[in-house]
């Protein structure tokens, strides 16, 4: 069974551009999570999704962040425009119901 | 939310050497999970464990969620036992999330 996929492994972009983050979930698993690790702070929690809907987006920083899970399938993270602070590991996490696993982790970097 | 707290922050032992990280919780938790950050930076599940023991190989954990603490037990380290450990309990109290301890950096030395 494969596991979670992100995509790509790394990404390093201006200040001020666009970047988008692609999650594919475990098939099967109608949860998918985002969480990411901005430089010495925890690993924190953005959103939920259960299939195609948003079940919780409360730790989404703010308005520059967004995400989509078209057809319950695979999700996407969007930053526009991006600032030096977004710069982290992004996680994408998939979970038939309460264990969740972990994708390797997109690492972002803006300069 | 949950505060989590997760004890040594760093750890160094000798090959062979046995351990125990300990995860303290600040609310009770329906779910907790503990994952082994590889040096590549994946998390790797090792139990999910809201309540009770479980062992898989040299590693073994217990949630006592009464008393709001987990604990992950490290039996004859190696090195490859090197990384980070992470406590994420779970509590449907605070929303539909994993909230991550700080870690355990741990060194095996050969």
């Known amino acids: 069974e494969a596991g979670v996929t992100q995509f790509p492994s790394h990404s390093v972009i201006e200040k001020g551009q666009t970047v988008t983050l692609r999650c594919d979930p475990i098939?099967?698993?109608?949860?998918l999570y985002w969480y990411r690790r901005v430089m010495g702070k925890e690993i924190k929690f953005l959103l939920h999704f259960v299939k195609e809907s948003k079940q919780d987006e409360s730790g989404m920083p703010n308005n520059r962040f967004l995400a989509e899970r078209t057809g319950g399938t695979y999700s996407t993270l969007k930053v526009q425009p991006a600032e030096l602070e977004d710069s982290g590991v992004y996680f994408c996490?998939?979970?038939?119901?309460?264990?969740?696993?972990f994708g390797p982790g997109t690492r972002l970097t803006v300069l | 939310g949950i505060q989590v707290e997760q004890s040594p922050p760093d750890l160094i032992l000798q090959e062979g050497a046995n351990s125990t990280l300990r995860c303290n919780f600040s609310?009770?938790?329906?779910?907790l999970q503990w994952f082994h950050q590889n040096p590549w930076g994946q998390l790797i599940n090792l139990f999910y464990i809201p309540s009770g023991t479980k062992q898989n190989g040299r590693l073994s954990a217990t949630t006592v969620a009464t008393e709001r603490y987990s604990l992950l037990y490290i039996s004859s380290s190696q090195t490859t036992d090197s990384g980070v450990y992470f406590c994420?309990?779970?509590?449907?109290?605070?929303?539909?999330?994993?909230?991550f301890g700080g870690g355990t950096r741990l060194m095996v030395k050969p």
């Open positions: 609310d009770s938790v329906n779910n």
């Open positions: 996490a998939s979970s038939p119901k309460n264990e969740q696993f």
């Open positions: 098939s099967g698993h109608d949860n």
């Open positions: 994420a309990p779970w509590s449907n109290n605070a929303g539909n999330m994993l909230t």
